[in-house]
Nanobody, 122 residues
Framework: VQLQASGGGLAQTGGSLRLSCTAS????????MGWFRQAPGKEREFVAV????????YYADSVKGRFTISRVNSKNTVYLQMNSLKPEDTAVYYC????????????????WGKGTQVTVSS
């Protein structure tokens, strides 16, 4: 499975951005997909995940109520709508996928996309 993320960029505090990640490859069906992020000088942290069926969604406490994850299986694409952005959301965001559900950095994740930079100015 290959993951291609897009949609990062620069936003002001309180603004919005939407990330997209499209999966491709022979085993793309029924993978759970989600996002992690890594800020400069910090460890990678879990952000959100959505099950392949779309019926199980989990968010990190730091983004709950501000970020929304969704997916369109016909397009093999997952989205992360980020609203009410804060400077502490600044990070490289990584799309991730695995056949097993994941919701922390301790869960193994098989597939990773290249990161996309999100910068929130104060």
């Amino acid at each position: 499975v290959q993951l291609q993320a897009s949609g990062g960029g620069l936003a002001q505090t309180g603004g919005s951005l939407r990330l997209s990640c499209t999966a491709s490859g022979r085993d793309v069906g029924r993978v759970n997909m989600g996002w992690f992020r890594q800020a400069p000088g910090k460890e990678r942290e879990f952000v959100a995940v959505i099950a392949w069926s779309g019926d199980a969604i989990y968010y990190a406490d730091s983004v709950k109520g501000r970020f929304t994850i969704s997916r369109v299986n016909s397009k093999n694409t997952v989205y992360l709508q980020m609203n009410s952005l804060k400077p502490e959301d600044t990070a490289v965001y990584y799309c991730a996928a695995d056949r097993y559900y994941f919701y922390t950095t301790r869960n193994p994740v098989t597939y990773w996309g290249k990161g996309t930079q999100v910068t929130v100015s104060s």
